[in-house]
């Protein structure tokens, strides 16, 4: 059974950090890109960032650049997301997916096979 579950959100500060981490079982991690979405009450889901299956190539919203690092370790089936310079703007619940190939979430490349659960992030002004 395929399986992603995230970890590290939580409550933090204005300005301050999280690591968010997915960690994936039951597929072959190394054959799947993987992405982070995250959606704030009342809005619709938007795409954070996206990597490719071996790590090389990455992909930001506007919004994120600068301040976010997607990375992955295949030897360990686990993404991560470092949010620096967190504002309360960040606030949502954040959901890694997997995806057959590598694009750009905000023009439908990035078509989805699965999702995890959620992380709550929280970031107080």
């Known amino acids: 059974q395929v399986q992603l579950v995230e970890s590290g959100g939580g409550l933090v500060q204005a300005g301050g950090s999280l690591r968010l981490s997915c960690a994936a079982s039951?597929?072959?991690?190394?054959?799947?890109?993987m992405g982070w979405f995250r959606q704030a009450p009342g809005k619709e889901r938007e795409f954070v960032a996206t990597i490719d299956k071996s790590g090389e190539a990455t992909y930001y919203a506007d919004s994120v650049k600068g301040r976010f690092t997607v990375s992955r370790d295949n030897a360990k089936s686990t993404v991560f997301l470092q949010m620096n310079s967190l504002s309360p703007e960040d606030t949502a619940v954040y959901y890694c997916?997997?995806?057959?190939?590598?694009?750009?979430?905000?023009?439908?490349?990035?078509?989805?096979?699965?999702w995890g659960q959620g992380t709550q992030v929280t970031v107080s002004s």
């Open positions: 997916a997997t995806s057959r190939t590598f694009g750009r979430p905000d023009i439908g490349d990035f078509p989805i096979n699965r």
């Open positions: 039951g597929l072959t991690f190394k054959t799947y890109a």
